[in-house]
């Protein structure tokens, strides 16, 4: 928001730092009082015309006809800047930045995501579509005309202690680190580690050789998209049917069928502590359970009737848009 504000600040007092040396001038050299100096340097700067209050000297005009020329110059800036807040829109872009920056100070348990490029805009939607808050950082100020209204933002160099601190990066949960740079990811996922000990840091990198360095700093989980991205395409070559499922899985594939994953504290309580075979998912909802993350055992993809679901467990299901509705109005806590 400071950044946004210093044309227009350094306009302003451009004009205030013009408007005392006409004040001086006419006071000095010409003997005026201080109303009739303030007429005098008032209708100079407007070039307005109108009478002087009296017959200038020799010296007065000398100092009058630079002082027009000098303010010439700063009068078309002054008109510029102002103009350029209220017909280009960035009297609406600091409202926004203020509001933005309201928002974040509130937020806790949020998501935040450095860089707004095409993994970091993907990302963005994916917490959206879920309801997950999140906040987005990155250093490019013209970023924020590409941000949606309804996306909290903030304009900083994630690198920094300060700006990670801004968008609460010590009241986070997650931090998802996408801009295209390995090095400065590298040291993103060092402070936000130092800042936050607790806190999920998923990485971009670009080249294997960074992988490591990312995990050693602190890194969660590393993405690499070239990579996947080349796995995907070969793939479809080799597995086309497992991948067509797997697009399905993701909702990618324009169908209505998505993933839910549910943990065991999401449940109500009549289905904790419940075998598959008792929660009965598919006969009550039309669900399938595709697997269950067991605090223990780790992930068990295509799990038995006899899986047991107990603390810090997650069940992770399949369903229409229609049949997980179901599930999450029969075994989700707080919803009707």
């Known amino acids: 928001m400071n950044k946004q504000l210093e044309s227009l600040i350094g306009a302003f007092l451009l004009f205030i730092i013009s408007l005392g040396i006409g004040l001086a001038g006419f006071s000095f050299i010409e ?14 700067v407007g070039t307005v015309g109108f009478t002087e209050v009296k017959e200038l000297s020799q010296a007065g005009r000398i100092f009058t006809s630079f002082y027009i020329l000098m303010n010439l110059g700063l009068f078309a800036y002054v008109v510029s800047v102002v103009s350029s807040y209220f017909f280009e829109g960035k009297l609406k872009s600091i409202f926004k930045s203020y509001k933005s920056s309201m928002e974040i100070s509130k937020l806790s348990g949020h998501v935040i995501v450095c860089g707004f490029g095409r993994n970091g805009r993907r990302a963005c939607e994916e917490l959206q579509k879920s309801g997950r808050e999140f906040v987005i950082i990155d250093n490019k100020a013209e970023i924020q005309e590409l941000i949606p209204e309804s996306m909290r933002w903030y304009i900083g160099d994630a690198t920094q202690d300060e700006n990670l601190k801004t968008v609460g990066i010590e009241r986070a949960s997650t931090i998802i680190i996408t801009t295209p740079s390995d090095a ?41 998209p070239d990579m996947l991205g080349g796995m995907f395409m070969a793939q479809l070559v080799t597995k ?80 229409s848009d229609e049949t997980l509705k179901k599930f999450i109005k029969e075994y989700k806590r707080g919803l009707l």
């Not at 419940?274 to 669900?287: C, D, F, H, S, V």
Request: charged fraction near 25%.
């Open 240 to 319: 086309p049917i497992v991948i067509e499922f797997l697009d399905l899985l993701n909702g990618v594939s324009g169908t209505s069928y998505h993933l839910e994953e549910v943990g065991y504290e999401e449940l109500k309580s009549q289905y904790q502590d419940k075998t598959l075979r008792e929660l009965n998912i598919p006969a009550k909802t039309g669900a399938i359970v595709l697997g269950v993350k067991d605090n223990i055992k780790g992930l068990i993809p295509g799990p038995s009737a006899d899986t047991f679901i107990g603390i810090d467990d997650h069940l992770i299901v399949l369903g």
């Open 184 to 224: 400065s990811n590298v040291f993103i996922t060092l402070t936000a580690r130092h800042l936050n000990e607790d806190i999920k840091i998923i990485v971009r990198a670009s080249n294997i050789e960074t992988e490591e360095k990312l995990y050693r700093a602190g890194a969660d989980k590393v993405i690499m």
């Open 31 to 44: 003997d005026l009082e201080f109303v009739n100096a303030l007429y005098m340097t008032i209708i100079t």
